[in-house]
């Protein structure tokens, strides 16, 4: 292979290199962010089911301040039965007793449903602080993966950054400017393989003196669709075929 050749494919490999670290590191903020989120989703179940518990016991209080009422007002008709005169005042005082009465059943009913309702708002929010410590757990591990990864991807970055200066001082100029012409207008790929006769990036087939050309590595070849330099890797070699199996005796 020309040595032109092999300092365009190096070249073309620092830059991929250090074009996915941007694109990693670049995505780190939303990676936080996203962790973030998940965390204060959690967080927010936790919250909401322990309003839900605050409400019930509002009403529960409030309830129970009715049933008092009512069995206050029950107490006192009772009381006051013994001091009626005449048939009707005592019908009167019974059925003002038994409405009181009445009333105070559905309160204090109302508030055992609001009891049953605490416990299970209860167990919602045992449930939803387990979630929690567990989303914490993740997340806190997801974030030290995410800084690791950073650091990793900084240091591979800087390191193929300074080799990439270090190998451009060694390029033809001519060499570099079109690198750099047909990088900036496919998307940062100007050097691509070829093993079959097709360019690997655009999959258009070449023409056969063009593969036959470019087969040899030893010359400058672009894809005459979209101008990437083209370099040619051999084929796999075919598996071995698994040797028969010797038959029975």
């Known amino acids: 292979m020309s040595p032109d050749l092999e300092r365009l494919i190096q070249l073309q490999q620092l830059a991929s290199t250090i074009e996915e670290a941007r694109q990693r590191i670049d995505s780190h ?33 409030e309830l129970e301040k009715q049933a008092a009422l009512y069995q206050g007002r029950v107490s006192k008709f009772k009381g006051q039965l013994s001091a009626v005169k005449t048939n009707r005042e005592y019908q009167a005082m019974q059925h003002e007793t038994a409405t009181a009465e009445q009333e105070f059943s559905a309160a204090e ?6 009891m049953l309702d605490a416990d299970l708002i209860a167990a919602d929010i045992a449930k939803a602080e387990a979630a929690l410590a567990t989303r914490k757990k993740e997340v806190t ?14 240091a591979t970055m800087a390191e193929a950054t300074v080799a990439r200066e270090t190998l451009l001082k060694t390029m033809d100029s001519g060499l570099v400017a079109l690198f750099e012409q047909v990088a900036k207008v496919r998307k940062g790929i100007a050097v691509c393989a070829t093993h079959d006769g097709l360019c690997s990036v655009c999959h258009v087939r070449l023409r056969p003196q063009v593969f036959q050309q470019v087969r040899q590595n030893d010359s400058i070849v672009q894809c005459d669709v979209c101008n990437r330099i083209l370099y040619f890797v051999p084929p796999p070699a075919p598996p071995k075929a698994e040797p028969a199996a010797a038959p029975a005796q």
Do not use: Y
């Not at 965390?39 to 209080?61: I, Y």
């Not at 009913?109 to 609001?114: A, F, H, N, P, R």
């Not at 591990?141 to 900084?154: I, M, W």
């Open 109 to 114: 009913e109302k508030v055992l449903e609001q």
């Open 29 to 61: 903020p939303h990676q936080l962010a996203d962790a973030d989120a998940r965390l204060a989703e959690a967080t927010e179940h936790v919250e909401a089911a322990k309003g839900r518990l605050a409400a019930s016991q509002g009403v529960r209080r």
């Open 141 to 154: 591990a997801e974030k030290a993966s995410l800084e690791e990864e950073l650091a990793t991807l900084q």
